[in-house]
């Protein structure tokens, strides 16, 4: 069974600063990847998504992510956060079974991110 | 543009009572997902629909949750005898297809945050 840990429950930046959002996986065969933000009282929405191109993923809002195997990670960066940035933030991961799978989502626990002036 | 909603956005129950949580996918998409969002938690997997078929529960906590999906649009997630234990967010995601070799995205609703007395 796979699994998605998030380091770090609650991380925070200056406005401006690097932004890095840690993930691992842990999986039999290289999964399906994604990052969601969560902004209160709004539903889940797609940051990016790795299934299995490109290794580094570039999503909306200037993020990306990079996919390293030996790692087990898809760690999410962002140059410089801005402070609509500030949001919750989940890795996810969908299991790739044979190359076919009906997209069920497994969630980390979630990373709140803090941006202040 | 119409996305994924859920009614009602709140809902506040008597330990003991039943509850409906309504979900509308994007139209026309095929996938619905259902998924339960502890407070502090990741968002769990409970139940798959492609069309009008249930082809995973294997997410249902107890036989006291039940959804439905009759026509491949509307959703229903319906809780017997509510818990304490069931006070959380439920999300839908809907998605354009199927599965397979393409991983669609996800579309999530805003939730139905339930809490239980």
């Known amino acids: 069974a796979q699994s998605v840990t998030q380091l770090g429950s609650h991380v925070s930046v200056s406005e401006g600063a690097l932004v890095l959002l840690r993930c691992n996986y842990s999986?039999?065969?290289?999964?399906?990847l994604f990052w969601y933000v969560q902004y209160p009282n709004q539903g889940l929405q797609l940051l990016l998504k790795y299934t299995s191109a490109a290794t580094l993923v570039k999503g909306i809002n200037g993020f990306e992510a990079e996919f390293k195997k030996s790692e087990t990670s898809f760690h999410l960066t962002k140059p410089s956060a801005h402070m609509s940035d500030a949001a919750e933030y989940f890795c996810a991961v969908i299991r790739n079974a044979g190359g076919t799978s009906y997209g069920k989502l497994t969630f980390g626990q979630g990373t709140i991110l803090t941006v202040h002036p | 543009g119409a996305g994924v909603s859920q009614s009602p956005r709140y809902k506040v129950a008597k330990r003991g009572q039943d509850v409906a949580l309504r979900c509308d996918p994007i139209s026309g998409h095929v996938s619905l997902f259902w998924y339960q969002q502890a407070l502090g938690q990741g968002p769990e997997f409970l139940t798959y629909f492609q069309n009008e078929a249930q082809l995973d529960k294997s997410g249902l906590p107890s036989d006291r949750f039940f959804a439905e999906r009759p026509e491949g649009s509307v959703s229903t997630l319906k809780i017997q005898r509510t818990q304490q234990e069931d006070s959380a967010v439920y999300l839908c995601a809907s998605s354009q297809g199927a599965g397979g070799l393409v991983i669609d995205t996800q579309y999530f609703g805003p939730g139905t945050r339930l809490t239980v007395l």
């Open positions: 999986s039999s065969v290289p999964p399906y």
